[in-house]
């Protein structure tokens, strides 16, 4: 079992930039497949970056594209999300997820194959 706490959330000018931190505890880190989602108020749960088990993997979500980047430090056991050139749109609660059980080289975009999920973070961005 794992469990995930975010942080770094917080409220910045369009184009700015936020460094979003999620914390694993548990002994298995590597053995999780990793993800970002969103939720904007009155929106569904939306995937925004998914890191493998090892870190040689990435996928993102069309919409942040060339502006976020994920990662993953198996030492820490941290998964930190880079948001550069941010928009008002991007304005919603981010959530870290991890899931159990994948391939080395997995990388998942449904909400449903995800087992463990953060309280979320506030990110909000202002015109």
């Known amino acids: 079992q794992v469990q995930l706490v975010e942080s770094g959330g917080g409220l910045v000018q369009a184009g700015g930039s936020l460094r979003l931190s999620c914390a694993a505890s548990?002994?298995?880190?590597?053995?999780?497949?990793m993800g970002w989602f969103r939720q904007a108020p009155g929106k569904e749960r939306e995937f925004v970056a998914a890191?493998?088990?090892?870190?040689?993997?990435?996928d993102y979500a069309d919409s942040v594209k060339g502006r976020f980047t994920i990662s993953r430090d198996s030492a820490k056991k941290m998964v930190p999300l880079q948001m550069n050139s941010l928009k008002p749109e991007d304005t919603a609660v981010y959530y870290c997820a991890a899931a159990q059980s994948t391939g080395w080289g997995t990388l998942l975009r449904s909400l449903h194959e995800y087992d463990y999920w953060g309280q979320g973070t506030q990110v909000t961005v202002s015109s």
């Open positions: 548990g002994r298995t880190f590597s053995s999780y497949a």
């Open positions: 890191i493998s088990r090892r870190g040689g993997s990435t």
